[in-house]
């Protein structure tokens, strides 16, 4: 390779390596109850997650929105359903994770979702969440769906509003 290239071909490197580099963002997701259920006309999907990873161990983090969600409880009486953090990159095109929280029934958790992040010119959110009821015997026999695809401020807390369910996410460069 001709000397008077190789400098060349470093600063193109140099230059197209931060677009390669995965951003990493601390999200933190509350969902809560804000009224009676309202049931989606079908319970959630068997194939729900399809092939989105569980949030790794290594990922997950210590929630920082503890006196947010104890707010949402005791003062304003909304249930919280679930409160987890976790590390995530925003790709493009977007990868979503998959999150549960409760003891599963009839194979579904009391709330499961998937979210992803895409960073372009502005960061997106996709959020797809079911709050799912199982019967006495364990059987699902109900499901409420939130779902939102949103623009977000990074840092900024957001309130995604559903009927009967809300959720308070926060979403931090890390």
Known sequence: ????????????????????????????LIVFRQAPPVDASQPVPEDWAGAAPAIAAEAQRS?????????????????????????????????????????????????EGLLSLRQERHLELELHTWVNRCDADGFLVASERLQHKRRLIPGQLTYLDHPSLGALIRVRPR
Not at 1 to 28: D, F, K, S
């Open 1 to 28: 390779m001709p000397t008077t290239l190789r400098p060349l071909l470093l600063a193109l490197l140099l230059i197209a390596a931060p677009g390669y580099a995965e951003t990493l963002y601390q999200v933190e």
């Open 63 to 111: 929630p920082a929105l503890e006196d947010t969600a104890r707010q949402l409880n005791e003062t304003l009486g909304y249930p919280v359903l679930l409160h987890q953090a976790w590390q995530q990159a925003a790709d493009d095109p977007p990868r979503a994770v998959r999150f549960a929280a409760g003891t599963p029934c009839d194979r579904h958790a009391p709330v």
